[in-house]
């Protein structure tokens, strides 16, 4: 589950992770919501927002956490040590795409960390070149950036090829189709965005089409409907048209 966005009100973020918890997600990610500009006092409030999340929903649950590229190596290295109490499955993003060097440095400095990136990749020789140099723990490739699910699925097979797991970006069709397909230790989790309001700006997708699976007692399961799973929403196209 791919949410937990509130950053100044601690309270409405615990209530929120313990309604996920309620709802039997076994995996949860989070947001950053500070960086370097934000100095000692960004980092406390980080911790806190991490911590609130943790306390809530227990030592059992999964807790990753998503940087938007928004950190730089320095801080990262200085994060990873912070929150290393509150076991988060990954950090993602801490750097931007192209820092490959810097994300094989933050590896070797902090080996108790798992760090992911891909989101912001493209195409199956960027990926090639983060597996090639072991610079992240998971890979996190998108088929609207990556080239599409051909592409996505050659990635899963040189990713799988290194011992790599591959968690795609959101549970847009053309990702959890490639998901579905693949074992589980390649993709071993979904990221799911529930359908709730107020979105966060990527509702086009997700307006546009009818037929998205939504996630019962913490788990997705493959749909039976043809192609890709889902139909064209006709009057959201026409509004749209119109607008």
């Known amino acids: 589950m791919s949410r937990l966005y509130a950053l100044d009100d601690l309270s409405a973020l615990a209530e929120e992770a313990s309604q996920w918890k309620s709802a039997g997600f076994t995996c949860m990610k989070q947001r950053f919501g500070f960086g370097p500009k934000d100095g000692p006092a960004g980092m406390r409030r980080n911790l806190e927002l991490v911590r609130t999340v943790r306390d809530t929903i227990g030592p059992d649950i999964e807790l990753a956490a998503d940087a938007y590229m928004g950190w730089d190596l320095g801080y990262a290295m200085e994060m990873a040590k912070r929150l290393r109490d509150y076991d988060l499955s990954w950090i993602e993003e801490p750097l931007m795409p192209h820092e490959i060097e810097g994300y094989a440095e933050l590896k070797r ?3 108790w960390q798992r760090w992911s990136c891909g989101e912001h990749s493209y195409g199956k020789w960027e990926f090639k070149d983060l ?3 072991r610079a992240v723990d998971l890979l996190q490739p998108d088929a609207n950036r990556a080239g599409g699910i051909t592409e996505l699925v050659k990635i899963c097979a040189l990713a799988e090829a290194a011992g790599i797991p591959v ?3 959101s549970n847009e069709p053309h990702n959890t ?3 579905f397909s693949r074992a589980a230790n390649v993709c071993p989790r979904i990221e799911y965005f529930p359908n709730v309001e107020p979105d966060t700006g990527n509702e086009l997708f997700w307006k546009l089409f009818r037929g998205h699976d939504e996630v019962h007692d913490g788990y997705l399961d493959a749909p039976c409907r043809p192609g890709l799973g889902i139909a064209l929403n006709e009057d959201m ?3 749209l048209c119109l607008a």
């Open 177 to 179: 189709q490639v998901v």
């Open 131 to 133: 597996i090639d140099r």
């Open 237 to 239: 196209a026409v509004k």
């Open 109 to 111: 400095r902090c080996p």
């Open 167 to 169: 968690v795609p970006h």
